[in-house]
C-alpha cells in the first residue's frame, strides 16, 4: 500500500515538474518572439520615409515640381533659383480676385479655337489674411488651368501656383432620358479668378502663363502680368 502511494506521489512530482519546464518554455518563447518584433518594428521605422503632413510638399516632390518648372518657364528667361523661392509653407498670405478679360475677343469663342493670349488682368479685390498658404504638391499642368508664377524685381521665382482656367465654360445639352450629349467649351470674354499668394512684399509681380500641349509636352504662353506692388 506504501510503495502505491509513493509510486502515484513520483508520478505526480513527474508531471508536476513537466508542467513546470513547459511553461518555462512557453514563456521564454514568447519573450524571444516579443523582441524579435520590437527589433523589426523599430527597424522598419528606421527605414520609413519622414511623415508629412497633408498638404505640405516633400523633398522629393518639391525637386520634382521646380524641375518641371525651370525647364517650362525657360523660355521666358526668368531667373529660377531654388535657394531664393519662398518656403512651400507660408503663415501670412493674400487673396487676389482679378479680372481676365480678352482684348482679341468680341463674342465668346470655341474652346477649339486658338486660345485668346491678349488678355488684359487687373485687381478687383485683395485681402491679407494670417490664415497661411502652403504650395500645391504636384504640378500637374493641363490646358485648362492657368499657371501663376510670382516674381520678384529681378524676374526671380518666388512661387507658383495652377487654377482653373475661369473663362472656360462648359455648354452640356440633356436629351429626353436625361443623358448629357454634345458638350462643348467655350472661351467666355471676361471672368473673375480668385488665387492666393504668400504675403511677402519681395512678390511685385504675377504672371499668368496658359499651358499648350502638342502631343509630346507643355510648353507656355504668356497670357498676361499683374503688378503686386501697385495693389
Known amino acids: 500500500m506504501i510503495n502505491i502511494s509513493r509510486m502515484i506521489w513520483c508520478i505526480s512530482l513527474t508531471i508536476l515538474f513537466g508542467f513546470f519546464l513547459l511553461g518555462i518554455f512557453v514563456l521564454l518563447r514568447t519573450q524571444s518572439s516579443l523582441a524579435q518584433s520590437k527589433e523589426a518594428l523599430n527597424a522598419g521605422v528606421g527605414n520609413q520615409s519622414p511623415i508629412t503632413q497633408r498638404g505640405r510638399v516633400t523633398a522629393v516632390g518639391e525637386a520634382k515640381n521646380n524641375s518641371l518648372l525651370k525647364t517650362v518657364l525657360a523660355v521666358d528667361n526668368l531667373n529660377f533659383e531654388e535657394s531664393a523661392m519662398l518656403a512651400p509653407q507660408v503663415e501670412k498670405s493674400q487673396t487676389l480676385q482679378v479680372r ?53 524685381e529681378n524676374q526671380q521665382v518666388l512661387w507658383w501656383t495652377l487654377e482653373n482656367d475661369p473663362r472656360i465654360l462648359r455648354l452640356e445639352t440633356a436629351n429626353d432620358e436625361g443623358r448629357l450629349f454634345n458638350t462643348d467649351l467655350v472661351y467666355l470674354k ?10 511677402d512684399d519681395k512678390i511685385v509681380e504675377a504672371r499668368f502663363y496658359h499651358p499648350s500641349w502638342d502631343g509630346k509636352e507643355y510648353t507656355l504662353e504668356t497670357i498676361g502680368s499683374l503688378d503686386i506692388s501697385k495693389r
Open 190 to 199: 471676361e471672368a473673375d479668378m480668385i488665387f492666393s499668394l504668400p504675403a
Open 100 to 152: 481676365l478679360k480678352n482684348q482679341d475677343a468680341v463674342s465668346n469663342k470655341s474652346f477649339s479655337s486658338t486660345q485668346p493670349l491678349n488678355t488684359e488682368i487687373f485687381f478687383r479685390q485683395v485681402k491679407i489674411s494670417d490664415k497661411g498658404v502652403a504650395r500645391q504638391r504636384n504640378l500637374e499642368l493641363s490646358t485648362t488651368q492657368i499657371l501663376i508664377v510670382a516674381l520678384d
